[in-house]
């Protein structure tokens, strides 16, 4: 039997005090955000079932949830929709990623004002979508051209974000200088020495780039996002980009620990030269276009991923459903689609399945009810270990 307690402590040793109290404060507010933070639980907790141990083994970004997809802007400075997190990217079965995705659907389903028989009904509309476009064979991609409903309003909402004011929101103004905002919101102030290393590391980047200029640090902060990484060591740094002060460029930098997949996996893992090469060798691979910068650096002994900031905005905002459950059916669509496309772009890579034998795998019909089952049973175990956590956590066990 899993203790809740001693799991979460135990995962969560050594992070930054400040940021991992906020961690644990977000976890107590809901089921889905504990389920966002507790990635490492859910897969220790994971049934033993031959639809989760069968299925075909595939390239998986391991934290698949409704918040794990969302915009960027690619290499070639295109905006797409697509998975955006691989910090827990492994080789495991499909199936396990598609598990991930149904529990936080009915986990999430209270949060978006939808009974229970809705949330079933967008399940199956993703498993559906997912499963019609792994037979069909082909990845494709979603952008800003080809998107419809709730995410094409996003995507349109970003054709008319100027970088002025993005920077703004991120940062003060004074005359032709601009400082991070350390509001702690967005980020907290960064100690000396944490600016010098990371000045350090990224004057090694520049040093390799056509442009050294673009990459002049003006500014570290230390960033807070997301839940699950909250309390690893992570910036936000602010360089010259094309000059000062309206075409300044924001990058993220984040070290990379281990997939929390880890004491689960039985398929043997490629022999990464450090975690954060798994990362992005994982990312680059799933995704049709990589993201802006992406690229894994050492630190101080240390690995990390480098990449351009990704504000938490550029997500769907699945509150916005207006009672249409349509709109939410759409949005489910456009996640199994990109989720058997990023499977599929991957296939064959070490160890992964073939696109034939995911192809066979999405023609099956037996597989797709049984795991509704696992997410309904799963669904009910996250909320069981909340309620255990909650209390611990009003009990102080959780107190910094």
């Not at 389920?35 to 083994?57: D, E, I, N, V």
């Not at 309003?153 to 004011?165: H, I, V």
């Not at 002060?245 to 996996?265: E, F, I, T, V």
């Not at 456009?334 to 992964?352: D, E, F, H, Y």
Request: net charge positive; proline share 4%; charged share 30%.
């Amino acid at each position: 039997m899993t203790d809740v307690v001693h799991s979460i402590l135990a995962f969560n040793a050594g992070r930054d005090p400040e940021r991992l109290q906020r961690k644990y404060a977000a976890m107590r507010r809901d089921p889905f955000t504990f389920l966002r933070g507790s990635c490492h639980l859910f897969y220790a907790r994971l049934p033993s079932a031959k639809t989760l141990s069968k299925a075909p083994p595939t390239w998986i970004c391991g934290d698949l949830h409704l918040e794990n997809f969302g915009s960027y802007k690619g290499d070639n400075r295109l905006v797409y929709f697509d998975l955006n997190d691989f910090d827990e990217a492994a080789l495991a079965p499909c199936s396990w990623e598609l598990l991930r995705l149904l529990v936080s659907v009915r986990i999430g389903a209270h949060s978006l004002q939808l009974r229970s028989t809705q949330a079933e009904v967008l399940c199956r509309h993703f498993l559906d979508a997912y499963t019609a476009a792994l037979h069909s064979g082909k990845a494709r991609w979603v952008e800003r051209d080809t998107a419809a409903g709730m995410v094409g309003e996003l995507l349109d909402e970003l054709r008319g974000r100027l970088r002025p004011a993005f920077l703004d929101s991120r940062s003060e103004r004074k005359g032709k200088r601009r400082t991070l905002r350390t509001d702690g919101k967005h980020a907290l102030p960064a100690s000396r020495e944490q600016r010098e290393r990371v000045t350090a590391l990224i004057e090694q980047v520049a040093a390799r780039e056509d442009d050294p200029r673009f990459y002049r640090v003006l500014d570290v902060a230390r960033r807070i996002a997301g839940t699950g990484s909250l309390g690893v060591d992570r910036y936000v740094i602010l360089v010259q980009g094309k000059g000062s002060p309206d075409a300044n460029y924001l990058l993220d930098l984040k070290q990379a620990l281990p997939s929390s997949l880890a004491p689960r996996l039985q398929l043997e893992q490629p022999r990464w030269r450090n975690e954060a090469e798994r990362v992005v060798s994982v990312q680059r691979r799933m995704q049709a276009v990589s993201q802006a910068f992406l690229q894994a650096v050492e630190m101080d002994g240390h690995a990390y991923v480098l990449r351009g900031l990704q504000p938490t905005e550029d997500r769907v905002a699945l509150a916005d459903w207006n009672g249409k459950l349509e709109r939410l059916e759409g949005v489910l669509q456009t996640m199994g689609q990109l989720v058997a496309w990023a499977q599929l772009r991957s296939s064959g890579r070490q160890g992964s399945a073939s696109a034939d034998e995911l192809i066979a795998f999405g023609s099956k019909r037996r597989w797709p009810q049984r795991l509704l089952e696992l997410a309904a049973e799963s669904a009910q175990q996250v909320r069981r270990d909340w309620k255990v956590y909650a209390k611990a956590y009003d009990q102080g066990a959780f107190k910094l």
